[in-house]
């Protein structure tokens, strides 16, 4: 026979037992459904680094959006799940895991993957198979020339990336009174299909001001020696050198900029923060004018995360470092594919596709919207100003904090 105090003690734990069932079954009961999403990302080879970032921009989104109680569709609450592969920084194995997410892991909508020429690869697959994806990663105009109505692209494209920084030395020249058609414009990029659109958007700016292009040329492929384009630019004597060739590129330039001491008044390149200019270079690779999609200076306030600035605090709580862009755009992504499902009201990816074509939303990357080929056509790409190691937003003017210094000093005045 048991004593009271046994029996009391059995009650209470079953009692305790029933209300933790009880309580598991309430937490079932209010658990949303999951959206899942598949991704393709470089976590290795040679787009690791911004593979990672990017990813982490996607699963930043994904747990704030869950966080805050999911999206509602038609009456229903859902939380968000991507399913990723490691697509080795290989367009072909990009390719491969996009069609198993599609056709075996059964994910319902795409998120795109790093580089333009994986998702070039990965766009294929997702148009083949009616599959709405936004991607952040991709920007150059070739994915845009194909006829896709599956793909929307939250980034600003490739020719836009310097277009800024001609429109920003025809103010300066303006302003002091004098003539852009007496500007020169030197151009050093890759032989990729990136720096060939930015070339382009370059190269129709200069149109645009009447100024003269008096050097255009491609950086070396394997970016060791670009003295060839230097001397020319002693001897030109440009108002300004714009640079592209992806990191190797910007290194390449800031180093022997320094090391042959070239004196130019503007000197513009992409990837700046990728290449870590100022860690590798300090005070020389000061006044340099970096392009990037987005900063946490910009005055742009979303549903989600709220400022720029408030984007930047979550991420850095997050992962113990300041957001990249591609971060930022990665992070942009998700909330427009969420914004499209709660519109459409639905799962069915046609009602979604129709539905992220008629997107025009503010968020903290920025506005978005998108014309017919899937580009965003509301973005500006901003210019930032290294100096001292702070990236100080100077362009465009209708969002600069501050005064570019142009033209830069010459070597023997620094």
């Known amino acids: 026979m048991l004593g009271q105090h046994a029996r009391h003690f059995i009650v209470v734990v079953n009692a305790l037992a029933f209300g933790l069932i009880l309580a598991s079954g309430a937490s079932q009961a209010a658990r949303n459904e999951e959206i899942l999403i598949g991704a393709p990302m470089s976590l290795s080879g ?37 399913k990723y592969y490691d697509d080795e920084s290989n367009p072909k194995l990009a390719a491969k895991f996009a069609k198993r997410l599609i056709t075996r892991d059964n994910v319902q909508f795409m998120l795109g993957p790093y580089s333009t020429a994986i998702t070039d690869t990965v766009a294929d697959v997702t148009e083949k198979y009616r599959m709405p994806m936004v991607q952040a990663n991709g920007a150059s105009l070739s994915l845009f020339e194909k006829d896709r109505i599956y793909m929307f692209a939250v980034l600003s494209s490739a020719d836009q990336y310097l277009t800024e920084a001609l429109n920003l030395i025809a103010e300066q020249t303006t302003a002091a009174g004098g003539d852009t058609s007496t500007l ?43 003295t060839f384009i230097l001397d020319k630019v002693k001897e030109q004597k440009p108002d300004i050198l714009v640079v592209s060739g992806h990191e190797g590129g910007a290194e390449l330039a800031i180093r022997q900029i320094k090391e042959q001491q ?5 000197l513009a390149m992409t990837h700046c923060e990728g290449a870590d200019i100022h860690g590798m270079y300090g005070v020389y690779a000061d006044y340099t004018v970096c392009a990037t999609q987005w900063s946490s200076d910009m005055p742009f306030n979303g549903k989600w995360f709220g400022s720029p600035h408030d984007y930047m605090k979550r991420f850095e709580a997050e992962y113990g470092y300041e957001p990249p862009y591609q971060a930022a755009e990665s992070s942009a992504a998700v909330l427009v594919l969420a914004d499209a499902i709660q519109r459409a009201g639905s799962l069915d990816r046609e009602k979604v596709r129709e539905a992220l074509s008629k997107t025009d939303m503010e ?6 919207r998108f014309d017919e080929t899937g580009k965003n056509v509301a973005k500006p790409i901003v210019l930032r100003q290294l100096m001292k190691g702070r990236y100080l937003v100077v362009a465009p003017s209708g969002y600069a904090k501050h005064q570019v210094v142009y033209p830069r000093p010459n070597w023997s005045e620094r």
């Open 184 to 226: 020169k414009v030197a151009i050093a990029v890759e032989n990729d299909s990136f720096s060939g659109d930015l070339r382009q958007g370059v190269m129709n700016a200069s149109d645009k001001f009447d100024m003269k292009v008096v050097i255009d040329e491609f950086l070396p492929r394997d970016f060791k020696d670009m």
């Open 262 to 266: 070239v004196d130019v008044p503007m």
């Open 363 to 368: 968020t903290f990357f920025g506005w978005i």
């Open 46 to 82: 040679q787009h690791a680094t911004n593979g990672k970032h990017s990813r982490r921009g996607y699963q930043l989104a994904v747990n704030f959006i869950n966080e805050n109680g999911g999206i509602e569709v038609d009456g229903k609450k859902y939380d968000f799940k991507i």
